[in-house]
């Protein structure tokens, strides 16, 4: 079950966290890897690690953010059967703390970058026959996260984009859906952290850990097998859906 075998997938920031898990889990699935980075140094590991499985995984250096350069690089793919736009940023403050120039950085990255990938994915998934598209969303797209103004919009406008290209393209045999973590351990989390609470990291790790009715954060291996049934053909009869893995918080942090 689950089998990729043979299909080319697109994960963008799959050098680390939550896309390395899926980059990763899809290959030893079957699948022919591509990953989209800013830098594609920082996709060697994940690379590397791919090819001691004995699967095929390549890296792109990649500024999503830059239609050009997107549709460019998608042409060197040329054939996509599974796209994941898992590429992101974060800003942490509300409204009168995200400046314009704020506010810009995340569009372009969370919402636009993602939008390139999708322009520039679809006509080759309508050209091979259809195709699966997994947006990584986040709570923050149906709940009020608090000093996340930017971020949240950001989510929110991924969750519209992904129910519009479910309905728009249901006849090509594109399915589109959406996963929406709570918090995850990542190495990005550790890092925000370290850098704005010194001295309380074991302090702060246990209070967002139990920020999660579950009493913990979701690891990306989770993630990873959310994506993968949701790219497979298991879930041939799956799109337009939104799936929140949060530990219980959206529905039991009441």
Same mark, same amino acid.
């Given at each position: /079950? ?55 995984? &390549?890296? &792109? ?19 996509? %059967? ?5 590429? @992101? ?12 120039? %704020? ?15 999708? &322009? ?11 195709? *699966?598209? =997994?947006? /990584? ?13 930017? &971020? ?12 519009? =290209? ?5 006849? %090509? ?7 929406? !973590?709570?918090? =995850? ?7 925000? $952290?370290?850098?704005?609470? !010194? @001295? ?12 999660? !009715?579950? @009493?913990? /954060?979701?690891? !990306? ?16 009869? =799956?799109? @337009?859906? %939104?799936? *929140?893995?949060?530990?219980?918080? $959206?529905?039991?942090?009441?």
């Amino acid at each position: /079950m689950f089998s990729l075998k043979n299909k080319s997938a697109v994960i963008t920031g799959g050098g680390s966290g939550i896309g390395k898990a899926i980059a990763t889990l899809f290959a030893k699935q079957g699948a022919i890897v591509h990953i989209i980075e800013l830098s594609e140094e920082s996709a060697a590991q994940t690379i590397a690690e791919i090819k001691e499985l004995g699967s095929s995984a &390549y890296s &792109y250096s990649c500024n999503v953010s830059d239609q050009r350069q997107v549709l460019d690089t998608f042409a060197k793919i040329s054939k996509v %059967d599974i796209l994941v736009n898992n590429a @992101g940023i974060a800003h942490v403050g509300n409204l009168e703390k995200t400046s314009e120039d %704020d506010f810009l950085r995340v569009f372009d990255v969370n919402v636009k970058g993602a939008y390139n990938c999708l &322009y520039a994915a679809i006509p080759l998934m309508k050209k091979n026959g259809g195709g *699966a598209v =997994v947006n /990584m969303a986040s709570i923050a797209s149906v709940v009020g996260i608090s000093d996340r103004f930017a &971020y949240s919009m950001s989510k929110g406008a991924i969750y519209a984009m992904s129910m519009s =290209v479910a309905r728009d393209y249901i006849n %090509d045999n594109i399915r589109s859906n959406t996963i929406s !973590p709570a918090r =995850v351990h990542t190495p990005f989390v550790d890092g925000f $952290i370290a850098k704005n609470y !010194p @001295g309380k990291e074991a302090e702060i790790f246990d209070k967002l850990s139990k920020s999660q !009715p579950i @009493g913990r /954060m979701g690891k !990306p291996e989770e993630v990873a097998s959310l994506a993968l049934y949701l790219c497979s053909e298991e879930a041939g009869f =799956v799109t @337009g859906n %939104d799936y *929140a893995l949060d530990g219980g918080f $959206i529905k039991l942090n009441n």
